[in-house]
Nanobody, 120 residues
């Protein structure tokens, strides 16, 4: 049974930092592209960052580029999202995703989400 368990969400002030973690189990972690999505109230889920499983290509949405950093530790089967210079518009539920393809697929696995709130 595949499980993706996110952690690290919290309430933080604007300009602050958080690190999200997503620990995977039940799959061959090195076979999967790992992605972080987020969904704010009343909006569609959007891709924030993704990291490939071979030569570690990373890609970020324009809204987080230069502020967020995605990384993975294959030995720990964990993907991270370091979020710096947080803004109120970063407030959302953040979801971890594991997929065999670079793009989203119906066969992808999802975590339950972790909530990030950026507010003074």
């Amino acid at each position: 049974q595949v499980q993706l368990v996110e952690s690290g969400g919290d309430l933080v002030q604007p300009g602050g930092s958080l690190r999200l973690s997503c620990e995977a189990s039940g799959l061959v972690f090195t076979d999967y592209v790992m992605k972080w999505y987020r969904q704010a109230p009343g909006t569609e889920r959007e891709l924030v960052a993704r990291i490939s499983n071979t030569i570690l290509i990373k890609q970020y949405s324009e809204s987080v580029k230069g502020r967020f950093k995605i990384s993975r530790d294959d030995a720990k089967e964990t993907v991270y999202l370091q979020m710096n210079s947080l803004r109120p518009e970063d407030t959302a539920v953040y979801y971890c995703n594991a997929g065999r393809a670079w793009t989203q697929s119906i066969d992808d696995y999802w975590g339950q989400g972790t909530r990030v709130t950026v507010s003074a």
